[in-house]
Structures are given as structure tokens and as C-alpha cells.
């Protein structure tokens, strides 16, 4: 039932405990939303999913992460195939630098696909698919920086997708975009639930409530509660939640 | 409050005079060279100057194509040698190495920028050289050892610290989400450096291989210790040349007795000067357009 498990997850950088003992399950098929204020651990906690965040010099990262029951963290497990399963859209769009067309056939391509015509229907399939394909399908191959940001949000999603990832991991999508963009990429990770296991972090509360199915809640480093988005909305347990989410201060 | 005024505008009107003093010198050499240049180019046509390889000044015959081939050949075989070690180099000190290990390694690469270059003509003496000699005679080519191939692996070494560290820079300024972009799709680590971060590093690594290549070919004191200085175009790696910057250092000052020699010598400054500046300003409109 759950697609992704985690147990026991302790993260520092240094002297800076930044998760603490964050225990969480993501649904599949469904949009979970991780809320909380900012510089609280919120991406650190996604970036542990896929394993980006042992790039970071002095991480240390102990507890358990399952992903269809297969632990991410053990030695044994290819590493670029689990980044495969699992997509990521920044908070800012990086265009890679080469033209629309290359960027999403940019890992199709590493992993093997070199047909042209297998390309080419990938890459207009998840150029459909994050409703981007109607404003590039003329000039696919101009550079994907003269893109506005809000289209290369949508080319990273399309990127993320043509590897046929299971899981899509969000890191604040639409925080840098302007309201329209921000407004189509949610109606998109709305669509993409039902083959998709998604999961989303933001501060932006209204965002939360507009997109989710189960909702966690993190403060300073503590997953103080999580649940259905009707439990922690309207009926939170804990005072802390209770407070964030009705805009009081934290004390 | 008067005095302090006037100490702030003399102060600025001082620095700016020694600022543009400064950058005068380059106009002022230039056009030095040019002038004391001018009577041979006024007697022997420069196209022949520069093609013909007769090399005699007591009969007035000055032929600068086996100095203009000997600078070509030695850059060269530098730049071949130093190109892919100092890619290689830069990318493992930027992307692989552990913080400690940089830490380490990239202020003793640098240091390689400070020694004297007669220190690495000596080194040429009595390492490179003799080395040459003998592997050389090993597979039946006799050379001296003072040849084409020793300038080149002296000069490579000397443009090591330049270009790695002008390459290291750039290749780490390329925002991490260059490779968080690459990584997150299920690429390797070699995958996203060839593909995103050197593609994005490029125009400055081209910057930092011609900035090196200045170096090496305006280089004299290491690569006249080891180069043979014979007037000859070499033909392979293992024969001496001669190249430009050798023959100005060993002959200005001393045969200015010949007529027309230290005219023919400066011709030879004022054509390095000029090849060095084209370069430099290539390696910064590459540079200006990158960082677009």
C-alpha cells in the first residue's frame, strides 16, 4: 500500500542536526505534500529519497528509507537506477544546456535509447504530458534557455517524466513562478497522480491545500504530524500544527 | 575639512595617472618595436622576411621561417602534451576529489606557477634532456637529446599551474544544479560532466588553454636551455630548433655590429608581441561570450 517508507531518519551536516528521527509513509498513486516553515529540513528530507544528499560534503545520514519495500540506502542498490525511479523538479527550473528537444531526450539517452524516431515520440509524448508541447513543437530545437522560466519548469518536468519515473519528487515547483505558470504545473501533478506516486514540498500553505491527499507536517527538523489532508487541516492533534496552520507565530 | 578635500582629489587624479601610465606600455612597446623595426622592413620585403629561411645576417639575409617553425613546433607539442593531462587534472581536482584532498592538491599545483623558469631549464639539463637521449637511442634514432621534444615537455610542465587552475575555476563555477539536474535522471557521474558540465564550462576552458598557450609561446630562458638553438625547421621531434624568443635572448646585445641585426632582432619581438596580444584578446571575447 505504501509506496515509500520512512524510518528512524536522522540527518546532520556537521554539528547541525537537521532531520530528526523522521518516520513517514507515502502513499502511492497520491499527492503527498510535506509543509512546514522554511530552512526546517523540508528538501533535505526529499533529497534523502533519492540520494542527492550524500553529494553534499559532511552529510551523515543514518535510518531507513524503503522504496517498494527495497532499501535505498543499501550498498548493494544502483544508485542511478534508483534516481531514475524517482524524478525531481527543483525549486528553480535548470534547463541543461542544449536545446528543448536534447533536454528531454537527454535521459532517454544516457540510458541507452538512440533511435530517432523512439525520441522523437518520447520526447512529444511528455512534452504533451507537461502541457508544453502546443508552445514548442515549432522551435524544439532553439536553446531551452530562451524559454520563459515558467516553460522550463514545465521542460523539467518533461525531462523528469521521459525517463518513467514512479515517483516525482517536487521541491517548492512553483515558488519562483508567476501565479499563471505556478497554476499549470499543479493542474499537471494533479493529472499525473494517477500513474505517478508524488510528493511535494512547500511552505506556501494554500498550494498544500489546493494539491494534497495526505499531508506531513515538519518543525524545526520533527515530523510533528502527518495524515489525511482533512486531519491536518482542519482538525490537527498537535498544538504546533494547529498554530502554523492557522498563520499564528510558533511560540 | 579644506585639506582632506584636496587629499581625496589629488589622491584619485595620482592613481589615475599611474593607472593609465601603466596601461600606456603596451601602446609605448608596441609602437618602440615598430619603429626600430621599420629600416628592415623598409630593405627586405616582410612577406620574405617571414618565409624565407636563409638565415645570414652577414650577408644582410634574414629569414625568419625556421625561428617562426621552431616557436610553432615546441607550442605546439606543449600544448599537446598539456591539453588533455591538465583536462583531466582539473576535472578530477573539481568534481572527484574529496574537500581535504583539493585543499591540498590545487595550492601545490599552483606552486608550480612560482618557480624561476631557469630553474625548469636546468631541470630540462639534466632530467628531460638525457632522458631523450637515451630512449631515443634505445629504439636507433641518434639525436643530442636537445630537440623539438625536450622544449615541448619542459613547456608543457610550465603551463600546467596555468591552465589547471584557470580550468579548475571555471569547471567550479558551474551552479550545482547543473549536476542535480544531470544526477536526478539517473545519470552517472561521468555522464554529467561530459555532458552538462563541460559543455557549460567550455568557452572558459578554451580561455584557459589560451592563456596557457601564451605562456608557452612566449616562454625563452627554459626553452633555449633545451631546444638546441640550431636555424634549422626541424623535421621530427628529436632535431634541434630555434625558436623566436631563443634567438632574441642570445644574439640582442652582442652582434649589434652587423648592420640591420637588432633591426631584423626586433622585428622578430614585435611579431610575438603581436601574436601573444591576438591571442589574448581571442581567450577574453571567448570568455565575455560565455559568461553571456
Known sequence: MYHITIKGLNVSYGNHHVLKNVSLEIPRNKITVIIGPSGCGKTTLLKSLNRLLELQEGVRISGSVLVDDESVYDPKVDVTELRKKMGLLSQRPYPLPMSIFDNVAYGPRIHGTRKRKKLNEIVEKNLRAAGLWEEVKDRLKSPAASLSIGQQQRLCLARCLAVSPEIILCDEPTSALDPFSAQKIEETLSELKTDYTIVVVTHNLRRARRLADYVGFIFLGELIEHGGKKDIFENPKDERTRRYISGESYL | ?292
Not at chain 2, 7 to 28: N, P
Not at chain 2, 73 to 94: D, E, Q
Not at chain 2, 210 to 233: C, D, H, K, W, Y
Open chain 2, 1 to 292: 575639512m579644506r585639506v582632506r578635500k584636496v587629499i581625496d582629489g589629488v589622491s584619485e587624479k595620482v592613481m589615475c595617472s599611474v593607472t593609465a601610465a601603466v596601461s600606456f606600455l603596451v601602446v609605448l612597446i608596441a609602437a618602440g618595436l615598430y619603429l626600430k623595426a621599420r629600416p628592415i622592413m623598409e630593405i627586405t620585403p616582410i612577406k620574405e622576411l617571414l618565409t624565407s629561411s636563409s638565415w645570414h645576417p652577414l650577408k644582410g639575409e634574414f629569414g625568419f621561417y625556421p625561428f617562426l617553425m621552431g616557436t610553432f613546433w615546441v607550442t605546439f607539442l606543449a600544448m599537446i602534451f598539456a591539453i588533455p593531462i591538465c583536462l583531466l587534472c582539473s576535472i578530477y581536482i573539481s568534481e572527484y576529489a574529496p574537500r581535504k584532498m583539493r585543499d591540498v592538491i590545487k595550492p601545490l599545483i599552483d606552486l608550480l606557477a612560482g618557480i624561476p623558469s631557469v630553474v625548469y631549464g636546468v631541470f630540462g639539463v639534466l632530467a628531460v634532456v638525457p632522458l631523450i637521449r637515451d630512449t631515443a637511442h634505445r629504439i636507433n634514432i641518434s639525436t643530442t637529446g636537445y630537440s623539438v621534444l625536450a622544449g615541448g615537455i619542459v613547456l608543457a610542465i610550465m603551463v600546467f599551474p596555468i591552465i589547471i587552475s584557470v580550468s579548475v575555476e571555471v569547471i567550479q563555477s558551474v551552479p550545482y544544479e547543473a549536476r542535480e539536474s544531470s544526477l536526478s535522471l539517473g545519470a552517472t557521474q561521468w555522464q554529467t560532466v561530459k555532458k552538462v558540465v563541460l559543455k557549460k564550462a567550455f568557452p572558459g576552458i578554451v580561455a584557459a588553454i589560451i592563456l596557457g598557450f601564451s605562456r608557452a609561446f612566449g616562454e625563452t630562458m627554459a626553452v633555449l636551455m633545451v631546444v638546441g638553438n640550431v636555424p634549422q625547421v626541424p623535421h621530427s621531434i628529436f632535431e634541434e630548433a630555434y625558436p623566436l624568443t631563443a634567438l632574441i635572448a642570445n644574439n640582442y646585445g652582442e652582434m649589434l655590429s652587423v648592420p640591420l641585426y637588432d633591426s631584423a632582432l626586433l622585428l622578430g619581438a614585435l611579431i610575438l608581441l603581436l601574436i601573444v596580444l591576438l591571442f589574448s584578446m581571442a581567450a577574453r571575447l571567448i570568455l565575455m561570450r560565455g559568461g553571456r
